[in-house]
């Protein structure tokens, strides 16, 4: 039984000693996770294509933090080898690690389902989409979680067994576009998505037996370089309110805060009750969009 000391949220919340790896890092959500991580404790490796995004970010938001941001790579996680020399760089410095993040993402390419005549239907939706752009958003947003996941399996069974039973886990970034019937004009990242959310279902109740948790995050409207088509020179994004109210369905109004994001990282990371999870963090809007 716990004392109602141990439930003050430094002891609930705290990832002092931990060690977590975090893919596309360096920016957006994936940032955001690593500063939370950062912020309470942990050793964070951050990792993405840009060795000077991964650099820059560390070195902006490390300062006066407990914790600390580690720039490592570059890892393309659509190529198996990088994936593999990740895992040995990693493996070759720490004995185990408790957090795995699969946030390195794209968006692929939009075309609007707006015409209600076929032709015009067919002619855009036709036109405008590639089998390359398709399988390109589904090799990054799907294949390349599961392989990433399954590489750090052994570093992650260490971390569950320094830490206690299902200690280790994996936080997948998915989407609320996975789970709403509403293609926002990209079809091949909606569906992408949808599989990144059944992905991380087969993972948690397959890892289950490795003593190791799968969760997701669905996250709705956050400032990233996938939002807001650019990051500032502390990599970070902006996403004013009145872009995020033209969409008309985000009953909060405005985009996610980092504040909302950490708590949910936070949160899954420390839960080790929690497995299976697809933490919808949306500001409410698959309370209005249809999904499910
Ligand atoms: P960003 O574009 O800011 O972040 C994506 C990151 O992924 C970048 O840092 C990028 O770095 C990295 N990345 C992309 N492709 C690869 C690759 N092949 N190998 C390694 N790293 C890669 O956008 P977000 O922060 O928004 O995206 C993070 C995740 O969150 C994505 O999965 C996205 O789908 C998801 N998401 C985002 C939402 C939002 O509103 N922001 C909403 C719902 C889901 P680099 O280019 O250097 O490789």
Redesign the pocket.
Known sequence: MASTHDLRVERLFSVKDYVCVI?????????MAAQALAANGAKVYI????ME??KNAAETHSKGIEGQIIPIG?????KKD?IAKLYDEIASKEKHINLLI??????GTKAEPEAEKATDLKAKLWNEETFEVWNETYN??VT?VYFTTVAFLPLLQAGTEKHGHLAASVIV?????GIMRHAQGHFS?NAA?GA?VHLSKLMSAEFQKARIRVNSI??????????AKS?GPDQK?E?PDEKVQEKGHVPAQR??HDEEMAQAVLFLTKNSYVNGEILVVDGGVLNVVSGR
């Open positions: 893919t596309g890092g360096g920016t957006g959500i994936g940032l990792t993405g294509r840009r995004a991964l570059p890892c393309d996680v659509t990088d699969c946030a390195a993402g794209i968006s990054t947003d390349a970034i998915s989407s609320m576009s990242y998505k990144t669905a996250p709705g409207y956050f400032p990233s370089e996938m939002t990051s994004s996403l985009g996610g």
